[in-house]
């Protein structure tokens, strides 16, 4: 029979057991090299110590992403910005729940006070244009027009 070297039973048992053979060595306290490090996101091997595979790890980077509402800057992944941008379309980063709410109701009420400045519609015409509720628009349109007094009132004065 012929001997089986310490390298070679590992890699006999790794064969068996259908383990990493590198587990193996380490399980059987033989030096492994180079170190079977495996990539945090990814599970990839890698042979450094850094914790991630190159694509994950500048991934993992974080980058300075500006409320699309108060403007403020926060770290955001890579990954996350990458994501968002490219599979949902998405241009607009918020701080949180409170700075995604204003922003929307901002954006569509200017866009509703444009559309209707622009076609001279009242609410039920915008209604069935943008497909938003009437009863929704004839509160902005009345909301705005406020404003848009209070402005005009504060110009005059
Ligand atoms: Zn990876
Ligand atoms: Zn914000």
Request: aromatic share 8%.
């Amino acid at each position: 029979m012929t001997p089986i070297t310490a390298c070679g039973a590992a890699k006999l048992l790794s064969a068996i057991f259908d383990e990493d053979e590198g587990e193996v060595k380490r399980y059987l306290g033989l030096p492994v090299l180079p170190p079977p490090y495996r990539c945090l996101d990814c599970g990839k091997r890698i042979h450094n110590k850094i914790g991630r595979c190159q694509s994950c790890f500048s991934r993992s980077k974080r980058l300075d992403v500006a409320c699309s509402w108060c403007g403020q800057f926060r770290k955001r992944l890579a990954s996350e910005i990458i994501r968002r941008v490219s599979q949902d379309g998405y241009e607009h980063f918020f701080c949180d729940q409170k700075c995604v709410g204003q922003w929307h109701r901002k954006h569509d009420w200017g866009m509703i006070w444009q559309a209707h400045l622009q076609t001279a519609y009242g609410a039920r015409q915008l209604s069935q244009l943008l497909g938003i509720p009437r009863a929704t628009i004839s509160h902005i349109l009345a909301k705005m027009r406020e404003t848009e007094r209070v402005a005009i009132g504060a110009r005059m004065r």
